[in-house]
């Protein structure tokens, strides 16, 4: 009987902007990014579509620091996390809701350039 039952994303993209790194203090960072996952498929008519999904990913810690040495934009990436949905409300009182990837493991593929270049 299975009793655990576990919260696991895998994805592989671009990143779709810089990453940004915040120092919060007291030794801790974090580090934003953006990565873009596209899916090409054939509609009913035959005719290709592309399908592209932006998903929030966010490193704690020293791996945040070491990521955003190694990262920019157009990085290829595959991420490993968790995800994690959280709600806030805004200076104006609006109630929003948002999802990130909190990363786990991560494996560099590429820069966009050196893709391009093969």
Request: hydrophobic share 35%.
């Amino acid at each position: 009987m299975i009793t655990t039952m576990r919260n696991k994303v895998q994805l592989m993209g671009y990143l779709g902007n810089e990453p940004e790194l915040k120092d919060l203090g007291k030794g801790q960072h974090l580090l934003r990014m953006s990565l873009a996952t596209n899916e090409r498929f054939r509609t009913a008519d035959g005719e290709w579509k592309q399908d592209t999904q932006w998903h929030s990913v966010v490193a704690w810690g020293k791996q945040a620091e070491r990521l955003a040495l190694q990262v920019k934009k157009g990085t290829a990436l595959m991420v490993e996390g968790r995800l994690v949905h959280r709600s806030y409300e805004t200076k104006e009182g609006e109630k929003r809701y948002s999802t990130e990837v909190v990363l786990g493991e991560y494996q560099l593929i590429a820069t966009k350039e050196a893709a391009t270049e093969e």
